[in-house]
């Protein structure tokens, strides 16, 4: 694992006397501007509401311009490491309350911003900080790591019932076996809504030719830590992963 430097753009609402909230905010695979003015939006419909918001760049630091095509540029779970460090800065803001601090990320963001619930993810990697609610739109939800129905904190997520680059099916899986543990977690459906179906510019659907997608791939964790495709038993990667045609 090597060590980066991550920029973020941290957004205050008027302030007042006392500290407040704040959410972080996960990018998708085309990056913090990729898909043009849905950071932007989210930003200021916080703000108006007095929440402030951070946004973190996953991808800058790292060389990285977007994922889409070539999602094997960044681990699965690296942007969770990235949320927990985001955490730690921003709960030693003097005008943030460190105990109303959520997550919420979009795609690739929204799948970290789900694992970052799970408490072993946390004891690895986490800090003394603890996120009030993790919230994710069209997240990923396929992959099964161990322990991963040991949640903390509230987990809502947000898909759109059309979505054919992230199926809603993983979710609605995930959500089962998480509320059937016992967890506090909520999948909210957005009828006939597809993919990033917050973001302006996407009123309309449109096809992504270059897009990389895994959406029959089921990935499991063995008692290692290995990451496996369920299928084959085997190491999984993103090569020969389908182009959205």
């Given at each position: 694992?090597?060590?980066?430097?991550l920029?973020?753009?941290?957004?205050?609402?008027?302030?007042?006397?006392?500290?407040?909230?704040?959410?972080?905010?996960?990018?998708p695979s085309?990056?913090?501007?990729?898909?043009?003015?849905?950071?932007?939006?989210?930003?200021?419909?916080?703000?108006?509401?007095g929440?402030?918001?951070?946004?973190?760049?996953?991808?800058s630091?790292?060389?990285?311009?977007?994922?889409?095509?070539?999602?094997?540029?960044?681990?699965?779970?690296?942007?969770?490491?990235?949320?927990?460090?985001?955490?730690?800065?921003?709960?030693?803001?003097?005008?943030?309350?460190?105990?109303?601090?959520?997550?919420?990320?979009?795609?690739?963001?929204?799948?970290?911003a789900?694992?970052?619930?799970?408490?072993?993810?946390?004891?690895?990697?986490?800090?003394?900080a603890?996120f009030?609610?993790?919230?994710?739109?069209?997240?990923?939800?396929?992959?099964?790591?161990?322990?991963?129905?040991?949640?903390?904190?509230?987990?809502?997520?947000?898909?759109?019932?059309?979505?054919?680059?992230?199926?809603?099916?993983?979710?609605?899986?995930?959500?089962?076996?998480l509320?059937?543990?016992?967890?506090?977690?909520?999948?909210?459906?957005?009828s006939?809504?597809?993919?990033v179906?917050?973001?302006?510019i996407?009123?309309e659907?449109?096809k992504?030719?270059?897009?990389q997608?895994?959406?029959?791939?089921q990935?499991?964790?063995d008692?290692?830590?290995?990451?496996?495709?369920?299928?084959?038993?085997?190491?999984?990667?993103?090569?020969?992963?389908a182009?959205?045609?």
């Amino acid at each position: 694992m090597r060590t980066v430097t991550l920029a973020a753009h941290l957004r205050l609402p008027k302030l007042g006397p006392e500290k407040i909230p704040a959410v972080i905010l996960l990018q998708p695979s085309g990056g913090l501007q990729g898909s043009d003015g849905l950071i932007e939006e989210w930003s200021k419909e916080l703000n108006e509401q007095g929440i402030a918001t951070f946004a973190v760049d996953s991808f800058s630091g790292r060389g990285i311009v977007e994922t889409v095509a070539d999602q094997s540029q960044l681990g699965r779970l690296a942007m969770v490491i990235d949320a927990y460090r985001a955490l730690d800065l921003l709960a030693k803001h003097r005008q943030i309350d460190p105990t109303r601090i959520a997550v919420t990320g979009f795609s690739r963001g929204g799948a970290a911003a789900l694992y970052s619930s799970v408490t072993r993810f946390q004891k690895m990697h986490g800090s003394e900080a603890q996120f009030i609610a993790h919230i994710g739109l069209y997240a990923d939800c396929g992959a099964a790591y161990r322990d991963d129905e040991d949640i903390a904190k509230p987990v809502r997520l947000l898909h759109g019932t059309s979505d054919d680059y992230v199926p809603i099916a993983s979710c609605r899986a995930y959500v089962d076996r998480l509320q059937k543990a016992g967890r506090n977690v909520r999948l909210i459906e957005y009828s006939d809504a597809h993919h990033v179906f917050d973001a302006p510019i996407f009123r309309e659907p449109i096809k992504l030719a270059s897009a990389q997608v895994w959406k029959n791939c089921q990935i499991t964790e063995d008692e290692n830590g290995v990451v496996l495709n369920k299928e084959t038993n085997k190491p999984f990667t993103f090569q020969g992963r389908a182009l959205i045609p």
